[in-house]
């Protein structure tokens, strides 16, 4: 799932002075039905997923990042995005690439789990099986039934992809259903899930049975852009069902979201109109809306020996090295810096673990990750 940017035109000009016209909401056929509203939001967020994988596209292109998987799931035609929006997709994926990588070269015999929530047409786990050949890592994708079920038909058709599936691959595509949404194996595993069922979940409601995932293994949560599109007290009752029911303590656990920020200046107030144009609504923009407030939300979370939060302002300044600006400044002419600057700066990486108490395997990986200073 991805997120939609902000009209910079419209925005930039009322900042520097000129006009700028409001725009009213518009009233959908379904809008009366609180059923058919949902409906409509839904598949809002799902329209999201292709418009990551195209900026995912647009940077390998240009030479900003290195995905030969990218193309095998993009549906739309490739379109070169605009610089700005070039540059805020690779700090993002080069910001939660560098923390999944401390966790995967940290005690790196040990087995570890991933499970990306709304990973939709994500290609992260094949990009891991590429770069860590020995790692035993078991790998979980959580979506939509409708996404999962298209990335099957891509994981089907290509040998690149279905070839990555298990540890020895597989030399032809796995035999599945025409309907088939879900696929399961040692090494990776797809489920067919609305996450908000697990808010329910209670003793007499169990949530459901999540094939392939370890209660005792050391476990990294990935929320891009997922997550916000939920009501908070929903959040809160979903990480609590993977903290206590699906990975219970002791097991060290982990979760990185990615999201935006500061929703009450100009820039903020733009990119919620925008949105809520397309009929999407980012919940937890509102509910937290600082760094220091995205700190609080993970402590309450249950995650006890470490938060962080910076914005992605700060990850490419500090994070990023002098070499790797100067090859990044290279590939396409960029005027727009102020405006890339205030991009970067509503958007955060915030990142809470559980070590059970010790030094564990999170808090070795991400002791020397810098944090962002302020409450």
């Known amino acids: ?31 009366s039905s609180h059923e058919g509203s949902e409906v409509l939001r839904d598949n809002a967020v799902r329209g999201t997923d292709q418009d990551a994988a195209g900026s995912r596209v647009s940077c390998v292109e240009l030479g900003y990042l290195h995905d030969p998987y990218a193309k095998l799931f993009a549906t739309q035609a490739s379109t070169r995005r605009l610089p700005l929006l070039n540059r805020g997709t690779y700090v993002r994926t080069s910001a939660i690439d560098n923390l999944v990588d401390r966790f995967m070269t940290t005690d790196p015999e040990t087995r570890k ?30 979506d939509f039934p409708a996404n999962t079920a298209a990335k099957l038909i891509n994981l089907q058709r290509h040998a690149q992809l279905h070839t990555k599936l298990t540890p020895k691959g597989l030399p032809n595509p796995p035999s599945l259903g025409p309907a088939a949404a879900e696929y399961h194996s040692p090494t990776y595993n797809l489920h067919s899930l609305d996450l908000r069922s697990l808010a329910s979940a209670s003793d007499d409601t169990p949530p459901p049975r999540l094939p392939n ?32 029911t699906y990975i219970p303590a002791p097991t060290p656990v982990a979760l990185v979201l990615y999201e935006p920020i500061l929703p009450d200046d ?47 302002y700060f990850i490419w300044q500090e994070w990023v090295s002098e070499a790797e600006k ?28 559980r070590d059970g108490g010790n030094e564990g395997a999170f808090s070795r990986a991400w002791k020397h990750v810098g944090d962002q200073e302020g409450d």
């Not at 925005?11 to 725009?23: A, E, I, T, V, W």
Request: hydrophobic share 40%.
């Open 1 to 31: 799932m991805a997120e939609e940017i902000p009209n910079l035109k419209t925005l930039l000009s009322s900042r520097r002075g000129g006009s700028s016209r409001s725009r009213g909401r518009g009233r959908g056929f379904l809008g």
């Open 113 to 142: 789990q991933i499970v990306s929530l709304g990973a939709g047409t994500d290609t992260r786990y094949f990009r891991l099986r590429d770069k860590y050949l020995d790692a035993q890592i078991v790998y979980h994708e959580i």
């Open 213 to 244: 995932l370890d209660p005792s293994v050391p476990t990294l949560i990935l929320s891009e852009m997922c997550l916000v599109y939920l009501q908070a007290p929903n959040v809160s009752s979903i990480l609590s069902t993977f903290l206590k």
């Open 266 to 312: 100009a820039f903020g107030r733009t990119m919620i109109s925008n949105l809520s144009t397309r009929n999407i609504h980012l919940p937890t923009l509102l509910a937290y809306p600082e760094l220091g407030d995205q700190r609080r939300r993970l402590k309450t979370y249950g995650f006890s020996d470490g938060v962080k939060a910076v914005d992605t």
């Open 326 to 353: 100067e090859r990044v400044a290279g590939l396409e002419m960029l005027d727009e810096i102020e405006e890339l600057n205030l991009l970067l700066k509503h958007y955060c990486v915030a990142w809470g673990w």
